[in-house]
C-alpha cells in the first residue's frame, strides 16, 4: 500500500500528470489553475518527466499547441479554468471532431462579469456540447486518479477523444488533503506511450482537419455523438481495470446512503462531501433521505441515473451555475430529460446554489432538504431557485 | 532586372519537379497564392509538415473526401496556425528525442493569410515567434479577406475599394498605410525574414531554402495576387506581382540577422500609377490620391533603403558600447 500524504489538490494532480509521460504540455495560468501550471513546469525543470512544456501566449494558444502536438501522434496535456476555458471554446469542438485525445484539468471558477475568481461550474457548462468527454471530482484523490485514467480512456482506439477533468477551484485545488500515489510502474504498465492511428510525419502524409460543406457534416455530427455515448463503455472498462489495479472503484454516478431513501440529493464535484456530513444529520432526524453524486457528465450517464433513482419521489438538485433565461441550472434540465419517458417520474426540485464561491455549508443543505420536503408537502414544488439570496 | 528576366527562363530547371501541391484544387483562374504554395512547397520538399490557417487556401485545397497536400497537413482554426505549427514543432521534437518516429530532421511550416497573419493570428504568431519554435511562418497576403468576400484588413493598401472599406461619395477606400509585418518580425530577433511574390520564382525558392535552414523561427511575406479580390484580369497575376515590385510598393528583400539587403533592385522605381491602373480596387482613385500613395511609397522605401545602407548584422553589434 503506497503512503499517504498530505499535499495540496493542485500540487497532486501536477505529480499525477508528471507521472503519465507526457509528451508536450502547454498550459497558461490562471487562478486557480496556477499552481497546476507552475507545479508540472517544476516537474519538467527538475527531468523528473520527458515533456516540451510550452509557455503559451494565451489559453487559445494552449489548446491550438497541444492541438497540433496531439496531431503529431503526442500525448497530450492542458490545464485551465474560468475565462482561459471561455477563450478556448472556439476550438473546443474541433478537438472533439479531429479525435485527439488531449486530456485537460479545469480548476472550475465563476465566469466574468463581474470579475470573480472563486468556484462554481459556469465555466464548464457553456462547454457542455463540445464532444468532451467531461467528469468531476470530488476530492485530491479521485483528482489524481481521474487525472491518469484520463489518457488511458482519452487514446483508446475505441474512444480517441478528448476528456476535461474538473476540480473545483480552491474549494479543492486548494485544499491539503491526505492522497496517495500509485506506483510509477504501475502507471507506465496502465498507460504505455500512446499509440496514434495517423501521425503528422512525412513518412505518413495525412491531411487533418479537413473542410466538410453539408453534404458531410451532418453524417459527421451524427459519429460524433454515437462515438462519445460509446465511449462510456470504455471508460467502465478503464475504471474496472483501474479498481483491479489500484483498489478505488470509480462510477459514472455515485450514491451514498441512497438505496432505501425516498428523498435524493442530488450534487456534482466537491460538495457531495459536505452533502454526506448533512445526510447523516437528516439521517439522525429520522428523514428518509440519501445523495446521489454525478461523475460523469458527458456522456450523460442516463440509464445509471434512472436506476439509483427508481425508488425515490423526490429530487433535490442542486446547480452551481444557470442556464440565463431557461430551465434554471443545467444539471436540473439533464435530470428532467433524463426522467421524461420513465413511468416513475419523481418531483424534481432544482436549487441554485454557491455562485462564485458562497459558501454552502452542512447546514445549508439540510435546509434545503427539509424546505424542499415541505413545499412537496403543500404541492408547491418549483421549477428552480436561488438559494441563500441575501435580502 | 535582365538578370533576374533571364534566370526565370530556366525557372523550370531550377525548381523541383516533385509536386506537393496537386491540380485540382477550387483556387480561381489565375491565384498568385496558389502558385506561390505549389513554389513554396517545391523548396521545402517533402521532410515539411504544414499548419494551415482557414482561408482561402485551406478552403481551396482540403474540401473532404479530397486534398491537394502531398505533405503531412493540418488546419484547425483562423487565428491559430502559429501555435499549431508551435505544437507541431514540439510534437516532433518530444517524439524524435523519445524514439517514436525515425531520427530526421522535418520542418514544420506555418502558413495563413494577411488577416491570420496581420489581424486575428497576430498574437498567435508573435507567441509563436517569441518562444523560438524551429519554426518557419509564411503569410500569403492577397491584401483582404478575399475567402469571406473581399472585406478590408491590415493588409489592404491605402485607397483599396473592399467590401468593407468600400469607395463612395465621402470615402476614397481603405485610409490606412498596409501594416509593416517584416519589421514587426524584425523585433522579434527572428533570424532570417524575408518578403517573396511568385512572379519572381527563383527569388521565392531560394528564401525558403534559406528560411528552411534556419535551426530556429523564420519568417516570409509572400505577396499573392488576387484577380477576383482585386478586380483585375486573371492572365495580369504574373505581371502585376512584377509591377509591385518594380513600383517599389512591395519591395523583395531579406532580413539575415537584422542585416537587410534587396535581393531584387529596380534601378529606378515605376510611378504607382502604373501598378494601380490594371486594378478596379483602384479605379475610384483622383490623382491627389495616387499622389498620395506615390509618396507614401517614396517614403516606406527610402526608409527601407536606409536600413540596408546603415543597419549592421546583429552578429556585429555583440560588444561593450562605447562610453560617452
Known amino acids: 500500500m503506497a503512503k499517504r500524504v498530505g499535499m495540496e489538490v493542485a500540487i497532486a494532480v501536477a ?9 508536450v504540455a502547454a498550459v497558461y495560468p490562471i487562478t486557480p489553475q496556477s499552481h497546476i501550471a507552475e507545479h508540472l513546469s517544476d516537474i519538467v525543470a527538475d527531468g523528473r518527466t520527458d515533456t516540451e512544456y510550452v509557455t503559451v501566449e494565451s489559453e487559445h494558444s494552449a489548446i491550438s499547441v497541444v492541438i497540433g502536438a496531439s496531431g503529431t501522434g503526442a500525448r497530450t496535456y492542458t490545464a485551465t479554468s474560468s ?22 484539468a479545469v480548476a472550475n471558477r465563476a465566469v466574468s462579469g463581474p470579475l470573480n475568481i472563486l468556484n462554481d461550474h459556469s465555466d464548464i457548462m457553456p462547454q457542455r456540447d463540445a464532444g468532451w468527454i467531461v467528469m468531476f471530482t470530488e476530492n485530491g484523490q479521485e483528482a489524481i486518479d481521474l487525472s491518469i485514467q ?7 482506439p475505441e474512444v480517441m477523444l478528448p476528456v476535461a477533468v474538473n476540480i473545483d477551484g480552491f474549494q479543492l485545488t486548494h485544499m491539503v488533503e491526505p492522497v496517495e500515489f500509485p506506483d510509477q510502474k504501475a502507471v507506465s504498465r496502465f498507460i504505455p506511450a500512446r499509440k496514434p492511428y495517423a501521425m503528422l510525419h512525412p513518412d505518413t502524409p495525412v491531411t487533418m482537419g479537413a473542410f466538410a460543406m453539408s453534404d458531410i457534416y451532418h453524417e459527421m455530427m451524427m459519429v460524433k455523438d454515437e462515438v462519445l455515448k460509446n465511449s462510456k463503455k470504455t471508460i467502465l472498462k478503464v475504471w474496472d481495470e483501474w479498481a483491479k489495479t489500484f483498489g478505488r472503484r470509480y462510477k459514472p454516478v455515485e450514491t451514498y446512503r441512497a438505496d432505501d431513501a425516498e428523498v435524493l440529493l442530488v450534487t456534482m464535484g466537491s460538495m457531495g462531501e459536505t452533502a454526506e456530513v448533512a445526510i447523516d444529520e437528516l439521517r439522525k432526524k429520522k428523514v428518509s433521505v440519501g445523495l446521489v453524486k454525478i461523475r460523469l457528465w458527458r456522456p450523460f450517464p442516463f440509464d445509471e441515473f434512472r436506476h439509483v433513482v427508481r425508488k425515490a419521489k423526490l429530487l433535490i438538485v442542486t446547480d452551481r451555475a444557470v442556464s440565463f433565461g431557461g430551465p434554471g441550472g443545467p444539471v436540473h434540465a439533464e435530470i428532467k430529460a433524463a426522467l421524461y419517458h420513465d413511468k416513475h417520474r419523481p418531483a424534481v426540485h432544482d436549487y441554485i446554489i454557491g455562485l462564485g464561491g458562497r459558501d454552502v455549508r452542512v447546514s445549508d443543505f439540510v435546509t434545503m432538504v427539509e424546505r424542499a420536503i415541505k413545499d412537496r408537502r403543500k404541492s408547491a414544488v418549483k421549477d428552480y431557485e436561488f438559494y441563500g439570496v441575501r435580502e | 532586372m535582365d538578370q533576374v528576366a533571364n534566370f526565370d527562363l530556366f525557372a523550370s530547371r531550377l525548381a523541383d519537379r516533385s509536386e506537393y501541391f496537386s491540380a ?36 481551396i485545397s482540403s474540401m473532404y473526401p479530397t486534398t491537394a497536400w502531398g505533405l503531412p497537413w493540418i488546419h484547425v482554426a483562423f487565428e491559430n496556425a502559429a501555435a499549431v505549427g508551435s505544437g ?20 514544420t511550416v506555418a502558413m495563413a493569410g494577411d488577416g491570420g497573419t496581420m489581424d486575428i493570428g497576430l498574437q498567435a504568431l508573435s507567441g509563436a515567434m517569441e518562444r523560438g519554435h524551429n519554426l518557419l511562418f509564411i503569410c500569403l497576403d492577397n491584401e483582404a479577406y478575399m475567402n469571406t468576400g473581399i472585406q478590408r484588413s491590415s493588409g489592404t493598401p491605402m485607397g483599396a475599394s473592399t467590401t468593407t472599406s468600400p469607395a463612395g461619395k465621402l470615402s476614397y477606400g481603405q485610409k490606412t498605410w498596409k501594416k509593416n509585418m517584416p519589421e514587426i518580425m524584425v523585433a522579434h530577433r527572428v533570424p532570417y525574414v524575408a518578403t517573396v511574390c511568385p512572379s519572381y520564382p527563383i527569388d521565392l525558392l531560394n528564401k525558403v531554402k534559406k528560411a528552411k535552414e534556419v535551426k530556429g523561427p523564420a519568417y516570409i511575406h509572400c505577396f499573392s495576387v488576387c484577380p477576383t479580390g482585386w478586380r483585375a484580369a486573371s492572365e495580369l497575376t504574373i505581371a502585376l506581382g512584377r509591377l509591385v515590385v518594380e513600383t517599389g510598393i512591395f519591395p523583395l528583400f531579406e532580413v539575415e540577422d537584422g542585416k537587410y539587403r534587396f535581393t531584387v533592385k529596380p534601378d529606378t522605381l515605376r510611378p504607382v500609377k502604373d501598378y494601380l491602373k490594371h486594378q478596379g480596387r483602384f479605379r475610384h482613385l ?38 560617452r
Request: proline content about 4%.
Open chain 1, 83 to 104: 475565462q482561459g476555458l471561455m477563450l478556448m471554446h472556439e476550438i473546443l469542438p474541433i478537438v472533439s471532431a479531429m479525435r485527439l485525445p488531449i486530456c485537460m
Open chain 1, 150 to 156: 484520463s489518457f488511458k480512456i482519452a487514446e483508446d
Open chain 2, 286 to 323: 483622383t490623382p491627389d490620391v495616387i499622389e498620395m500613395i506615390q509618396q507614401g511609397v517614396y517614403h516606406e522605401y527610402n526608409k527601407l533603403q536606409d536600413k540596408v545602407d546603415n543597419l549592421h548584422a546583429w552578429s556585429e553589434l555583440r560588444k561593450k558600447p562605447h562610453a
Open chain 2, 88 to 107: 507541431v514543432e514540439a510534437g516532433l521534437k518530444a517524439l524524435r528525442r523519445k524514439g517514436r518516429i525515425p531520427n530526421r530532421e522535418v520542418k
Open chain 2, 24 to 59: 485540382g484544387h477550387r483556387a480561381c483562374q489565375g491565384c498568385g497564392e496558389a502558385l506561390a504554395v505549389r513554389l513554396i512547397c517545391k523548396a521545402l520538399g517533402e521532410e515539411t509538415v504544414i499548419a494551415n490557417a482557414t482561408g482561402c487556401m485551406e478552403i
Open chain 1, 15 to 23: 505529480e499525477a500528470v508528471g507521472m503519465c509521460n507526457v509528451d
